[in-house]
């Protein structure tokens, strides 16, 4: 993918891509199924119709929210500016209502910067992780991708086509441990959701920071219901 005409790409570019939008990246997402568990448990999503429809609003409400946040971060991490890091950051944040949705974003950020601060090793990377560390800033996964993204040279599109592919492989994959679906299911609706991600990627682009809001009720109550659950495989 390009962000504007005359961007370079490569076979490399695309294998950077690849590697940190991985679903086997040790960041811990698997441990998460975004709202997923209750989802399920609570009769709310019964069927692979239903699955569809679940993702693809976590997709909309991501693009609205937390995407909103790293294209603004891309664009900070580029221009080296620290403290509009911590303020989009510190937004990302101030909009999980759930503890679970909060402790999701700010392991995987973290895990994310630790990662990247060793692979990359680019500067801007080391001094984000420096943040976090200090409690300078929570560190959320949605800044952290942008930063590294950006360390790397990577472009603000690419970045954000990585973070709803995360959103949707890792809802998709829950699946498969928590209702009777199997994977060619799960990739042909996969498949389907990612035809949607260049408009999405223009709403997200479009959005001021001061209008991030990634609202969906059903999503929080179910967030809600699961804090209280008593067996859990998941951690959201």
């Known amino acids: 993918m390009r962000d504007a005409p005359g961007m370079p790409s490569s076979a490399a570019h695309l294998l950077r891509v690849l590697q940190f939008g991985d679903s086997m990246l040790p960041v811990g997402a698997f441990a998460f199924s975004s709202g997923l568990e209750s989802a399920i448990a609570t009769g709310v999503v019964t069927d692979a119709e239903r699955l569809r429809a679940y ?4 997709l909309e409400q991501a693009a609205r929210g937390d995407a909103v946040g790293l294209i603004r971060a891309h664009g900070a991490a580029t221009g080296d500016d620290l403290d ?30 630790e990662l990247g601060a060793e692979i990359v090793a680019a ?9 976090i560390v200090g409690g300078a800033t929570p560190g959320c996964y949605p800044v952290a991708l942008a930063i590294n993204f950006a360390a790397q040279g990577l472009p603000a599109r690419d970045a954000f086509a990585v973070h709803q592919y995360g ?30 991600i260049d ?9 001021p920071l001061a209008d991030m809001a990634g609202f969906a009720p059903v999503t929080e109550i179910l ?14």
């Open 199 to 207: 408009a999405d990627y223009e709403v997200a682009a479009a959005t």
């Open 55 to 58: 993702t693809r609003t976590a």
């Open 123 to 131: 500067p801007l990377l080391l001094r984000w992780r420096e943040e």
């Open 223 to 236: 967030a809600a219901v699961h804090v209280k659950a008593s067996v859990r495989l998941f951690m959201s």
């Open 84 to 113: 509009a890091l911590r303020h989009i950051d510190a937004a990302v944040y101030a909009r999980k209502l759930s503890s679970e949705t909060r402790t999701m974003s700010v392991r995987m950020g973290k895990k994310l910067i």
């Open 167 to 196: 959103v949707a492989a890792a809802i998709l994959g829950a699946a498969l441990r928590l209702m009777r679906i199997d994977h060619i299911e799960t990739q042909r609706l996969l498949y389907s959701l990612n035809a949607g």
